[in-house]
């Protein structure tokens, strides 16, 4: 038998499902007998908790093309730390066994920096225990931060949506002929990728956001109060756009004072907009409000990007091909070949560089003051969001897959 096994890990995104589809597809078309799916990550396949995708092709025809355009992760995610397989190879043991058990022959990692670390370590020690086991990972994340690719799927969508939200916002804002400022906080812990695609929401009428704050500048709150004091010398509204994780001179986030951390040792941050809203009220004695988008940044399928989704679903497809190749211990990714037309190609890079990384925004990307960005950065942000995806609509409302596997029956 010809079998393999594919799971998704870390946060959700728009195009996700889209890499789990190109998977699918590419591996039933190389003959893989059956395609099995870890529920909840490498946590379902530590406890044997799996689906046949394979059966849903054959009970559903429709099945890749609804998989695709339907949010979140169909197989469910988890936020788990494998051990060094060199000191704790117990757990590694285990899945190989079951592996065995099931014929598989490759393990398909689709996530993002923290997965990539497990999707290494399950390449260390298949290679190490001389298994032939292939192990591939397939990139995913909103922040855009992995390493050796031009841009990750999910990024395009969510800045699809981050700048859609904030053209929105600031249209409501202008409204009263009253000095106010919105804060608007987009997620962005260690790179400010995202929060700098608010830049795409301004028109040749509507400057909003006036200013973008990212991590990869120390925040100046003085610096700050004044730009904003300025502004509303010229204008009734000021639009602010920052990232949760901006931080001080010294380093400090200045959202922390009581954040705990995940599994993988990051600050859960939340509250830089609270923060920020709190500092300039105080200062300033304007009307004032902070809005946290939160998650409908990495699950709002309604305004998915069309390029997004198709890169998505061929970075998962170049996985198999890989495999296919006897290739283990990759990562796909993207290189932009060019901006005017665009154009992309697929390639690949070891895993072991990517994992636990992080990709910065690069400082030409931002302006010299820190408190927005280039040109530069809106060129090559352009091209990501492009298209629109065509959504099935039921009763008025978007149409997906329905996810029975996930529910929680336990008490």
């Not at 079998?3 to 889209?18: E, L, R």
């Not at 939340?270 to 998650?295: D, F, M, P, T, Y």
């Not at 994992?355 to 942000?381: C, H, Q, S, W």
Request: glycine share 8%; net charge negative.
């Amino acid at each position: 038998m010809k079998n393999c096994i594919v799971i998704q890990s870390g946060g959700p995104t728009a195009a996700i499902n889209s890499s789990l589809a190109g998977v699918i597809k590419r591996a039933s078309e190389v003959g893989y007998d059956h395609i099995y799916g870890g529920i909840n990550g490498i946590v379902g396949v530590l406890s044997q908790k799996v689906c046949d995708l394979t059966e849903k092709i054959s009970e559903d025809p429709d099945f890749i093309e609804k998989l695709k355009k339907t949010p979140a992760m169909y197989l469910g995610s988890c936020r788990l730390r494998l051990p060094d397989p060199k000191s704790e190879p117990a757990i590694y043991d285990t899945l190989y066994s079951y592996f065995r058990s099931l014929d598989i022959d490759t393990f398909f990692g689709i996530g993002g920096n923290d997965s990539m670390d497990t999707v290494m370590k399950l390449a260390y020690y298949f290679k190490r225990k001389g298994s032939p086991i292939r192990v591939i990972g397939v990139p995913k994340t909103i922040d855009n931060d992995l390493m050796f690719t031009d841009h990750t799927p999910g990024f395009g969508s969510a800045a699809k949506y981050v700048a859609s939200t904030i053209r929105e916002m600031a249209y409501d804002t202008m409204i009263y002929p009253v000095k106010s400022i919105t804060v608007v906080e987009v997620m962005g812990r260690d790179s400010g990728w995202l929060t700098a695609a608010s830049a795409l929401a301004r028109t040749e009428s509507v400057s909003a956001p006036q200013l973008i704050y990212l991590p990869e500048v120390p925040f100046s709150i003085e610096n700050c109060i004044a730009d904003t004091k300025a502004l509303l010398k010229q204008r009734n509204s000021v639009l602010i756009a920052v990232s949760e994780g901006i931080r001080d001179r010294k380093g400090d986030y200045i959202s922390a004072s009581d954040a705990k951390e995940d599994k993988f040792g990051h600050l859960m941050l939340s509250g830089a907009g609270k923060a920020l809203e709190h500092i300039l009220g105080q200062a300033l004695g304007v009307k004032i409000r902070s809005v946290e988008l939160n998650i409908p940044q990495r699950c709002a399928s309604h305004l998915a990007s069309k390029t997004d989704i198709e890169e998505a679903f061929g970075l998962g497809s170049a996985g198999v091909d890989l495999a296919e190749e006897g290739k283990t211990g990759l990562m796909t990714t993207i290189e932009r070949v060019s901006d005017d037309p665009y154009q992309i190609s697929y390639s690949s890079v070891p895993v072991s560089d990517v994992a636990n990384g992080v990709k910065n925004v690069p400082r030409d990307f931002i302006n010299e003051r820190g408190n927005d960005v280039t040109e530069k950065m809106v060129e090559y942000l352009k091209p990501l969001i492009q298209g629109e995806v065509d959504l099935s609509f039921n009763d008025g409302l978007p149409d997906f897959l329905p996810i029975p596997h996930l529910v929680d029956t336990t008490d």
